[in-house]
């Protein structure tokens, strides 16, 4: 293998999307563990002021308290009800995120509350611990 084949063009999105990459932004590394546990603290918390556990909206309006959505990803190709539906999108995917690291537990359809998942990350160490 020659020099010149190692030379590849970095990774690219197929489609240049306002939701997909405040998606990214928020799930990719280093930030993604440390927005994991704090979902996971702020549930654990919520269960001890409130003897059970957060909705989905909660959790997400304490994790993103102050922010404004329509305001904070700028898409003008989309209606305003289509802007909606990415942010619930994004905000569905970021729940299912969130329970695959184990951080939360929740299953749509199932659920009506979130509740904290079995793995503890500590954004000060890089190792995953369960409890």
């Known amino acids: 293998m020659g020099a010149d084949e190692l030379d590849q063009e970095p990774f690219v999105l197929a489609a240049d999307d306002p939701y997909l990459s405040a998606l990214i932004g928020t799930i990719e590394e280093p930030a993604g563990s440390t927005n994991a546990a704090q979902a996971r603290r702020l549930t654990i918390a919520w269960w001890e002021r409130h003897g059970t556990g957060p909705s989905c909206t909660q959790l ?72």
């Open 60 to 131: 997400l309006q304490a994790m993103f308290a102050g922010i404004v959505w329509d305001e904070a990803i700028e898409d003008p190709g989309r209606t305003l009800p289509e802007r909606h539906e990415q942010v619930e999108l994004l905000q569905r995917w970021l729940i299912s995120y969130w329970t695959r690291l184990g951080a939360i537990a929740f299953t749509p359809g199932r659920d009506d509350i979130v509740r904290p998942g079995n793995l503890h990350l500590d954004s000060t160490d890089d190792r995953t611990k369960t409890t």
